[in-house]
């Protein structure tokens, strides 16, 4: 991990002085949870792809202005996700499920009608948490990060990922165990 951090920190410091290729190795590694933040927030693939563009446009602009090279995983996400709170304070017509990000998911199409059931519930129920909640459950189980991993895309200490990780399973636990209760 030790090793990884320095070749980012170096990715960062090269895309400061311009070096294009630097910063396309940046956008490489971060867009996947990028677009899993904006689309958490946005619930729609086509405004999360327009807001995770937006978003490293503006962070390729203010890259010069990020002082520690090592915050870069936090310093994007919070980017990105301002830029998807503007989005979807801005637009009022294109409120889509997140359906096609996990359907994206799914290990193929010949699903048991059973199956396809349950992966509805466990969408709805991943609907009531919070964006950032939301983020780190897909994270996690979705795309297998470490918890490391997602403490500093995110910007959060460890311990900040593993409590939302454990009241994200307590409160998806909840309402999946009880089919009654409404989702909202």
Request: proline share 4%; hydrophobic share 40%; charged share 30%.
């Amino acid at each position: 991990m030790i090793e990884r951090e320095r070749d980012e920190e170096e990715l960062v410091e090269a895309a400061k002085f311009g070096d294009l290729t630097a910063f396309d190795e940046l956008v490489r590694r971060y867009r996947p949870a990028a677009f899993l933040t904006a689309n958490g927030i946005l619930a729609s693939r086509e405004l999360a792809d327009d807001a995770v563009q937006e978003a490293f446009i503006s962070a390729y602009k203010s890259l010069p202005q990020l002082d520690d090279a090592t915050r870069f995983g936090g310093w994007i996400f919070a980017i990105v996700r301002n830029r998807s709170f503007r989005v979807r304070a801005g637009e009022t017509k294109h409120h889509l499920p997140i359906d096609e990000l996990i359907a994206a998911h799914l290990p193929s199409f010949h699903e048991k009608i059973e199956e396809r059931a349950e992966f509805a519930e466990i969408r709805c129920a991943l609907k009531t948490l919070p964006p950032e909640s939301q983020t780190v459950v897909e994270l996690y189980y979705l795309h297998e990060w470490s918890i490391a991993s997602i403490a500093q895309y995110l910007g959060f200490p460890k311990t900040t990922v593993k409590w939302r990780l454990h009241a994200s399973r307590i409160q998806l636990r909840t309402l999946l165990s009880n089919p009654l209760e409404e989702i909202k």
